[in-house]
C-alpha cells in the first residue's frame, strides 16, 4: 500500500544543483514518525551505495563523499523527503532511489546525470 515516488532528476553540468523528490503514498501521516528514510544511487556498473539518512527524529547522515554538498530534508505535512544536490560532480552520476529503511521499501529510482 505504501509507496516511495521519486522525482527530479536529469542532466546537470559539473558545479550545478538538482533537488530530489521522494512522495510518501499510501499512508494517513505521521509516517516519519517512525520510519527512518534514506537515499542511496547506483552509478553505471557500480553496486549502490548510501548518500544520506534521515531518521524519525530528524538527525541527517553522510558518507565522506558527499558530505558538504549534498542535503537531506522533509516536509513531513507533504509526505515529502528531499535530496538537495550541490556542486555536483560527474561520480555522482548515477540512478538515486529513496528509501523506507524499517519498511524496507524502495522508491523506482530517478537518473542523475552530471557532464558538461
Known amino acids: 500500500q505504501v509507496q516511495l515516488v521519486e522525482s527530479g532528476g536529469g542532466l546537470v553540468q559539473p558545479g550545478g544543483s538538482l533537488r530530489l523528490s521522494c512522495v510518501v503514498s499510501?499512508?494517513?501521516?505521521?509516517?516519519?514518525?517512525?520510519?527512518?528514510m534514506a537515499w542511496y544511487r547506483q552509478p553505471p556498473g557500480k553496486a549502490r551505495e548510501w548518500v544520506a539518512s534521515?531518521?524519525?527524529?530528524?538527525?541527517?547522515g553522510y558518507p565522506p563523499s558527499v558530505k558538504g554538498r549534498f542535503s537531506i530534508s522533509r516536509d513531513i505535512a507533504k509526505n515529502t523527503v528531499y535530496l538537495n544536490m550541490n556542486n555536483l560532480k560527474p561520480e555522482d552520476t548515477a540512478i538515486y532511489y529513496c528509501?523506507?529503511?524499517?519498511?524496507?521499501?524502495w522508491g523506482q529510482g530517478t537518473q542523475v546525470t552530471v557532464s558538461s
Open positions: 499510501g499512508t494517513s501521516g505521521d509516517f516519519f514518525a517512525y520510519i527512518t
Open positions: 528509501k523506507a529503511v524499517e519498511r524496507e521499501l
Open positions: 534521515m531518521s524519525s527524529g530528524g538527525y541527517d
